[in-house]
């Protein structure tokens, strides 16, 4: 099963006034290179204006990033609701039933078809089967820090082995005193039940070391 | 097993699927992708999900799942990268798929067809016979304009003194022309009500303003502006109503998927038709443009040419692709 985390009104709407922002200036741009074109001038600006406001999106969702600039800076991208790269005819249907979801009136409908599901799909995205999710981010090796690994003193279930594996894995980005308190509730396994100190902390973290394979 | 034997055990194979993959992208080795072999990748795919499976079973570390997650769904990605763009494809598109599906909508095409045709009529009898119900569809500004871009004296028919030059009013034709078209599309899923508007509402006002020229006597100029490029765009027109209808349709009647499958499924079948009725109506703001307008082409040729593109439209729709491939 692939990890698919939708994203929801805020980081959408962002991205959307971004690509707005991104679309006036490629327009301002244009109206300033096409008073070189003389007579041509109306037209060309007339047909870019056609394709920046039907078709700006569906260019950008067939690249391989399946985003728009604005999409992409906040770390978005559209998927097929199963995972799959964004097809030309989802990505069509998902921007020209735009108009549906503007209706009626600043996305009206669209803001409540998005908020009323878990998934965060708007009209266009419910018809095309797609999805906006979260780009996953680079993933974090991050192997903890070396310390000299520590038996647990009782059996741990599975589970509770990767809670102590994780906080262990957070301890470079918690306070001393923090870390202290959070290790204090994982002091059981190491047998210093009620106790808490750097000692307690510095034996948790060795049997986050021995859990992970270190003996 | 604990975590860092798992991870050494197989640590070789998700590297070498990310080399592959970094391969193909082309990211690692300067512009151009590398073919490589796929066999070899479906297998370490494979492989990496039971990995993955595995870790996520065993609770193993969030920073390994996290890493095959990610090395998984980027593979992921790369195995079930689409090929759907072309030229192969869009030859397909508009000598078979296309014309395919408009006999396939034929029942939405029909209904379409005849919101329109009866608009058009009634609102084109009405005005005839009494002028002033043109005011209801359109205001008196724009009732002048009409009247005067086919008066006879009109350097160019069909526009307003001091519109643009053949290439701007192309422009303006797309610009209008398809984003009509595609809001008569995209609100036919409000059940459908959406596109019956904007079909009964453009074929009134074509009705109309054919009606009140016609009672002015400026017929000869206005059906001879109006009847070659009708062949796309009023065809266009009609095609996107159907398609909207089909929106509609699969949300009343759903049949045996539900509600949702039901759209998911007509916006994936209608939108082969939105495909190509938006290549018909670029075609038709090229005629518009540049023959309709032009004031010195004899009217027997254009009739001729309009006869011509009329039947080519609608034997197109009709026969085009019907062999078995």
Known sequence: MLELRPAGLCARSCAFLLDLLIRFMIFTALVTVAQLLGALAPAVLLIFLFLLEWLYPVAFELT???????????????????????????????????????????YGFGLVCLLTRHDFKRLGDLAAATLVVYESREARRQPLAQIEPFAPVIPVALQDQAAVIALAARAPRLTAERLDELAALAAPVSGDRGRSGPEVTRRVLGIAQWFLGRR | MTPIQFEQLYERDWEELQELLAQMHGRRYGKKPLSVNGERVAALYR?????????????????LVERLEQITSDAHQAIYQ????????????????????????????????????????????????????????????????????????????????????????????????????????????????????????????????????????????FFSFVVT?????????????????????????????????????????????????????????????????????????????????????????????????
């Open chain 2, 229 to 325: 490029h009708s062949a796309f765009e009023l065809t266009a027109i009609v095609l996107s109503g159907a398609a909207g209808l089909r929106l509609g349709y699969s949300l009343l009647v759903p049949g045996r998927q539900t509600r949702l499958q039901s759209l998911v499924t007509a916006a994936r079948e209608s939108v082969v038709i939105v495909y190509g009725f938006s290549a018909m109506l670029l075609v038709a703001a090229a005629i518009e443009a540049f023959w309709s307008s032009a004031g010195w082409i004899p009217l027997p040729v254009k009739y001729s040419v309009a006869a011509l593109c009329w039947i080519a439209v609608i034997s197109y729709l009709l026969l085009q692709g019907r062999r078995a491939d």
């Open chain 2, 47 to 63: 492989r990496t999900c039971e990995h993955l499976a595995l870790a996520r079973a065993r609770f193993y570390p969030a920073y």
């Open chain 2, 82 to 221: 689409h090929s759907e763009i072309g030229l192969g494809r869009l030859m397909r598109l508009f000598t078979r798929d296309f014309p395919r599906a408009v006999r396939a909508h034929a029942p939405f095409v029909w209904a379409s067809a005849a919101l329109f045709t009866v608009t058009t009529l009634t609102l084109g009898l009405l005005v005839y016979f009494r002028p002033e119900l043109i005011l209801s569809v359109a205001s008196a500004s724009d009732v002048a304009n009409f009247e005067q871009m086919y008066s006879k004296t009109a350097e160019q028919i069909g526009r307003p003194g001091g519109a643009g030059s053949d290439w701007a009013m192309f422009g303006y034709y797309i610009r209008n022309n398809v984003g009509i078209a595609f809001q008569c599309f995209a609100s036919g899923l409000f059940a459908g009500l959406g596109s019956i508007f904007f079909i009964a509402f453009n074929g009134a006002l074509a009705g109309a303003v054919a009606g009140y020229l016609t009672e002015r006597g400026l017929a000869p100029t």
């Open chain 1, 64 to 106: 391989r990033w399946g985003a728009t600039p604005g999409k992409r800076a906040l770390g978005l991208k559209v998927v097929m609701d199963n995972g799959l790269p964004i097809t030309p005819a989802a990505s069509l249907t998902r921007n020209l039933l735009r108009t549906a979801d503007f209706l009626p009136l600043m």
